[in-house]
C-alpha cells in the first residue's frame, strides 16, 4: 500500500472540502467500483507533481458534485428531445410576477431598450395560420334567395329522410296534431343554413315561432323567410306518401322564391316570381292545361285538427262531393297547391291554414298559372285559401260561399 505522503495541513484542508465520502455522489460511487471515492484518478493543481505510482496528489481531493454533475450531464443527453428542458427561455410562473419570453414584463419589457430578452420577433411558422374567410352574404336577388331556399330544404331532407324507427311525438294544438323530435330538427337546418349566408333576415316556423331581425338590420333588403320544416307530420309519422319541406322568401309583403321538396316521390318543386314554376322530374316550366268542367273535376281539400271544425268541414265536403268528380285528401297544403300547378288535382282548398302551409306551394301553382285567393275575399295566409285554374275559379268560389265553407 502507498503511504499518505500528504503533510496534516493538507489532509485538514481536504476534510474541509465536501467532505468527500459524506456526499451523495460518494456514496454511490462506492457502491459501484467498491473502494474510496478518494482512490479514483488524481486531479493535479498547478505546481504539484505526484510521484508515479502515488495516490492522488497531496491536498487534492475531487469534488463529490462535479461527478454527480457529468453523470446528470450524461442523462439529459439520453432523454428524449421532447423532455429535454430547454435553458435560457424565461418561463410563466402563475402568481409569481413573472412572465415568459412574450410576456413583456421583466428584462425586455421596455420597448425602449432593445435587443433585450423579449425584443425577438416570434419565430417563424412552417405554416402560416389560415383563417376561415367571412360568410358570403347572399343578395335579396329572387334567383339567389331561391339558390338559398334550395340548400336550406336539401340539407332539411337529408336531416330526416331516415326516418327513426322510435319517434318521439308530442302533441300541440290538440291530441290529434303531432310534432316529432324530426320536425324541430329539420327547422334548425334549415335556419342554420339561412343565417349562415343573411344572418339579419326575419325567420318564421311553424315549430320553432318568429325570429324577428337583429336591431340595427337594413331594412332595404329585408327577407322574412316562412318555413313548415315538414308539412304533413302526420304523414311522415305513420310513414306514409305525402310530407314535404316547405321554404318561402319574402320581399316587401309578397313571396318571392319558394321551395317544396317531396322526398317520398323524389321531386322538387320551386319558383321564382315573375319567372316561372318547375319540377325536378319534368323538363322546362309547369304550365296548366285546359280543364274540365267542374262535374269532372277532381278536388283536393284538407281537415281542422280541431274537432268542432273538422265534423262542420265534413258536412261542407258531403254536400260538395255529389257536384265534382272526386275528393281528395293528401294531407299537405303545399304539395295540395303543387298539385294544382303540376295537373294532379283540378282544385284545391281548405280553411284554418298558417302562413307558413302555403306561402311557398301558393307561389309555385300561382306561377304555374293557377288563381290563388283567401275564399273569404281577405289577404292570402290568413286562414283560408282557393287555388284553381282561372277558368273554373269564379265558378268553384261560387259553390264554396254557397256551401259556407269560409265559415267553418
Not at 409569481?96 to 414584463?105: D, E, I, N
Not at 296534431?177 to 339561412?194: C, F, L, Y
Not at 267542374?294 to 280541431?306: C, E, I, K, Q, R
Request: charged share 30%; aromatic share 4%.
Amino acid at each position: 500500500m502507498v503511504p499518505d505522503r500528504r503533510s496534516a495541513g493538507d489532509l485538514e484542508l481536504s476534510s474541509h472540502r465536501g467532505r468527500g465520502s459524506d456526499h451523495a455522489g460518494a456514496h454511490s460511487y462506492h457502491r459501484r467500483h467498491g473502494r474510496p471515492f478518494a482512490d479514483t484518478a488524481p486531479r493535479h493543481r498547478p505546481g504539484v507533481r505526484a510521484p508515479v505510482g502515488a495516490g492522488p496528489c497531496p491536498g487534492v481531493r475531487r469534488d463529490p458534485r462535479r461527478r454527480g454533475g457529468r453523470r446528470a450531464d450524461r442523462l439529459r443527453l439520453r432523454r428524449p428531445r421532447r423532455l429535454r428542458r430547454r435553458r435560457g427561455r424565461a418561463r410563466d410562473v402563475p402568481g409569481s410576477g413573472r412572465r415568459g419570453r412574450w410576456g413583456r414584463r421583466g428584462r425586455g419589457a421596455d420597448p425602449a431598450r432593445p435587443g433585450r430578452v423579449g425584443d425577438d420577433p416570434p419565430p417563424r411558422r412552417r405554416h402560416p395560420t389560415r383563417t376561415r374567410p367571412a360568410p358570403v352574404r347572399v343578395s335579396a336577388e329572387p334567383a339567389d334567395l331561391l339558390s338559398l331556399a334550395r340548400r336550406a330544404a336539401d340539407a332539411a331532407v337529408a336531416t330526416v329522410r331516415e326516418r327513426p324507427s322510435a319517434l318521439e311525438v308530442d302533441t300541440k294544438s290538440s291530441s290529434t296534431d303531432m310534432v316529432t323530435q324530426m320536425d324541430r330538427a329539420a327547422e334548425e337546418t334549415i335556419r342554420a343554413v339561412i343565417l349562415a349566408d343573411r344572418p339579419d333576415d326575419r325567420i318564421v316556423g311553424e315549430e320553432m315561432g318568429d325570429r324577428p331581425p337583429p336591431t340595427g338590420a337594413d331594412d332595404a333588403d329585408a327577407v322574412t323567410w316562412w318555413i313548415d320544416p315538414i308539412d304533413g307530420t302526420t304523414n311522415y309519422v305513420y310513414d306514409h306518401p305525402g310530407w314535404n319541406v316547405s321554404i318561402a322568401a319574402e320581399l316587401g309583403g309578397r313571396t318571392v322564391a319558394a321551395v317544396v321538396a317531396d322526398p317520398t316521390h323524389g321531386r322538387t318543386y320551386s319558383a321564382v316570381r315573375g319567372g316561372g314554376a318547375e319540377v325536378s322530374d319534368r323538363p322546362g316550366l309547369l304550365r296548366l292545361v285546359d280543364p274540365p268542367p267542374l262535374s269532372h273535376a277532381l278536388v283536393a281539400t284538407g281537415f281542422s285538427y280541431d274537432p268542432a271544425r273538422r265534423h262542420r268541414q265534413g258536412l261542407v265536403v258531403a254536400e260538395l262531393l255529389p257536384r265534382v268528380r272526386d275528393i281528395r285528401r293528401m294531407g299537405a297544403a303545399a304539395l295540395d297547391l303543387c298539385s294544382v300547378a303540376a295537373g294532379r288535382v283540378d282544385v284545391y282548398f281548405e280553411v284554418g291554414l298558417s302562413p307558413w302551409d302555403i306561402a311557398a306551394g301558393s307561389l309555385v301553382a300561382e306561377e304555374a298559372g293557377a288563381r290563388v285567393a283567401a275564399i273569404d275575399g281577405g289577404p292570402l295566409g290568413t286562414g283560408s285559401v282557393l287555388a284553381a285554374h282561372p277558368a273554373l275559379f269564379d265558378e268553384v268560389i261560387g259553390l264554396l260561399d254557397e256551401l259556407g265553407a269560409a265559415s267553418v
